[in-house]
């Protein structure tokens, strides 16, 4: 089993529509949780971090991490075509910093 | 927000050559940089993290070798792909840190795409 599992999608949804994406981990250590939108041939932008459980909102974006089923999410509210990337959810914790990656879920908004 | 710059975006060689890809920090001394490799449809895979005037530290499974990184100052590292075969084509992505722990953030770069023919 993978430490950070994401389904890769595509997931497509018309604009205006509210997106759900997910990630779940294996890893009870992780505390710092993380959301990342990387365009096409692009570098990954941080959109989200949290520490621990609960939510954290920032305009269309509300990020959620429940760490009793080891299971995190990032809602985009009023999706717009703009929206359209892959987005990572990257999580680390347990005495290291460095981050472990998902897959990646690639969205697209259609006008 | 800070920017993290590579060079180049985009190289094609020929199978044999050494490639140098450059990761700069732009406006921002960088505690930590990391050298990323992304398939398409795949995870990024961390390479290797390097602290300036240090030897990089490679994850398991990655030929220090073969991918030489330097990391000369605080705002410069270098990742040499020598020796590159079609294999090693793929996107190459570097980040840099600046803090510790919680704050410790990552400033992606925005890739490199190597071909290697």
């Known amino acids: 089993q993978k430490e950070v599992e994401q389904d890769p999608g595509p997931l497509s949804v018309p604009e205006g529509a509210i997106v759900s994406l997910n990630c779940t981990y294996s890893n009870s250590a992780f505390q710092y949780f993380m959301w990342y939108r990387q365009y096409s041939r692009k570098g990954p932008e941080l959109l989200m971090y949290?520490?621990?459980?609960g939510n954290k909102e920032d305009g269309r974006f509300t990020a959620q991490v429940d760490k009793s089923s080891k299971y995190i999410s990032l809602f985009i509210r009023d999706s717009q075509p703009s929206d359209s990337a892959t987005y990572l959810c990257a999580m680390s914790g347990g005495g290291s910093y460095i981050p472990t990656f998902g897959r990646g879920t690639s969205l697209i908004v259609h006008p | 927000g800070a920017v993290v710059s590579q060079h180049p975006s985009r190289v094609i060689c020929k199978s044999g050559t050494s490639v140098k890809i450059e990761c700069r920090s732009l406006?921002?001394?960088?505690?930590?940089m990391f050298w990323y490799r992304q398939f398409p449809k795949k995870s990024l895979m961390l390479m290797a993290t390097?602290?300036?005037?240090?030897?990089?530290?490679?994850e398991q499974g990655v030929e220090k070798d073969k991918f030489l990184i330097n990391h000369a100052s605080l705002t410069l590292s270098t990742l040499t792909v020598t020796s590159a075969h079609p294999e090693d084509s793929s996107f190459y992505i570097c980040?840099?840190?600046?803090?510790?722990?919680?704050?410790?953030?990552?400033?992606f770069g925005p890739g490199t795409r190597l071909t290697v023919l």
């Open positions: 980040s840099a840190t600046v803090g510790s722990g919680r704050d410790n953030e990552q400033f």
């Open positions: 390097s602290n300036e005037g240090s030897k990089a530290t490679y």
């Open positions: 406006d921002f001394q960088a505690t930590t």
């Open positions: 949290t520490y621990s459980s």
